[in-house]
């Protein structure tokens, strides 16, 4: 039975030690890792790699957020606040809507107009979150809120929070639990830079737990028009398709520098096209629906493997997972619009469908 990651690793989450302080929780985690045989070669992985896909839009919003939101609504809730804040590219503000609907506290959002995908709008709207859209981009928002929450009994439920990172970290702990190992590598993309974060404290607390035996290079991707954290500077005007990582200023920048450089690995940008690309090979050859942020990694590993960065590790079987962070219906347009092939309008009548279909 599915009970949610608090309860699931409450040992290695010193916030939750106590088991009779409750917590807000709806189920979340525990979500499939699937191999992915057919994508991996595709994207040009050695024949000794093996690819597998953590799927965090099996979450119940549809995202990685929810693993940090239910400990961040469980403690604001211990607290006894009464309303919780965030600033969103759209699925922090779903995450934290669903979460404080549950414990009967009020959502606030603050949003970049214009820039949000509209399924995760649509999950802020229906949870009854005041949805607050600015003509700012994703950092103004993050500033706001951060002023605000400093002063007013308000709960920030960014992952500046820290007890949303110590959520996330769950996602690496289920990876190892179910690989019996950790992996050689794994990649995400990065936008605020909590996930990498969360991910690499996972990973190393696993293996000082004595339940791993190595910790992953981790690889992070960003997209080309919003890497500050490839260029070494904040972006004051970030773009890329992918909204969810439409980030110009990473809140966790120094973690996810610490990330990179303790596990040997890497952060580095994709294209807008390349995204894409990845972003509907997935959905073909593997049969999931991501969001486009999520091929980020995808198109990452791709743009590695031509660069010949895996062809080192050739002495045995490496495995490399990639998380896809997000669910591909919280952006449908994005969908509609990637294929070209699109719809065929035809007569209601067998003849007309059998010609189209080439029987
Ligand atoms: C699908 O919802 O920042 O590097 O406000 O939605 O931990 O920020 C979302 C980020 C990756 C980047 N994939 O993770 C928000 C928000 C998806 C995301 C990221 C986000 P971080």
């Known amino acids: 039975m599915r009970t949610g990651i608090i309860e699931t690793y409450r040992q290695y989450l010193p916030d939750f030690a106590d088991p009779a302080a409750p917590i807000v929780s709806l189920c979340e985690g525990n979500t499939p890792l699937i191999a992915a045989p057919r994508l991996a070669p595709l994207l040009g992985l050695p024949k000794n790699f093996r690819l597998f896909i953590k799927f965090e839009g099996m979450n119940p919003t549809g995202s990685f957020k929810d693993r940090g939101m239910t400990a961040a609504v469980s403690l604001a809730k211990r607290k006894g606040m009464q309303v ?39 999950q802020a709207l229906i949870h009854g979150a005041k949805v607050l859209a600015i003509g700012g981009n994703f950092d103004d928002a993050l500033t706001l809120v951060r002023e605000i929450c400093a002063e007013y009994p308000i709960e920030l439920v960014n992952s500046v929070n820290p007890v949303r990172i110590e959520g996330q970290k769950t996602a690496a702990f289920e990876i190892v639990d179910a690989l019996g190992d950790a992996p050689d590598f794994h990649a995400l993309p990065v936008g605020n830079a909590g996930n990498i974060t969360a991910y690499w404290r996972g990973y190393r607390e696993f293996a000082d737990a004595g339940k791993a035996t190595r910790r992953p290079r981790m690889l992070g991707f960003q997209a080309a028009g919003s890497a500050p954290l ?50 509907a090979l997935v959905a073909r050859t ?16 791709r743009k590695l493997a031509e660069a010949d960065y895996f062809a080192p590790f050739a002495d045995r079987e490496y495995t490399v997972t990639a998380t896809l962070t997000g669910h591909g219906l919280k952006d449908p347009d994005r969908a509609v619009k990637t294929v070209t092939s699109g719809i065929v309008e035809v007569d209601g009548e067998r003849g007309a469908i059998l010609r189209e279909i080439g029987f």
């Open 84 to 122: 919780v804040m965030c600033a969103s590219t759209g699925n922090t503000s779903a995450a934290a809507a669903a979460y404080a609907s549950r414990a009967e506290m009020k959502t606030v959002v603050i949003l970049p107009r214009g820039e949000v995908a509209l399924g995760k709008l649509s």
């Open 286 to 301: 593997e049969g999931v629906f991501a969001e486009p942020a999520c091929a980020a990694p995808l198109a990452g590993i």
């Open 230 to 279: 490839v260029l070494g500077y904040p972006i004051e005007k970030p773009d890329t398709i992918a909204t969810a990582i439409r980030i110009g200023k990473p809140a966790s920048w120094t973690q996810a520098i610490a990330a990179r450089d303790d596990s040997q690995g890497l952060i580095h940008s994709v294209t807008d096209a390349q995204i894409l690309d990845a972003y």
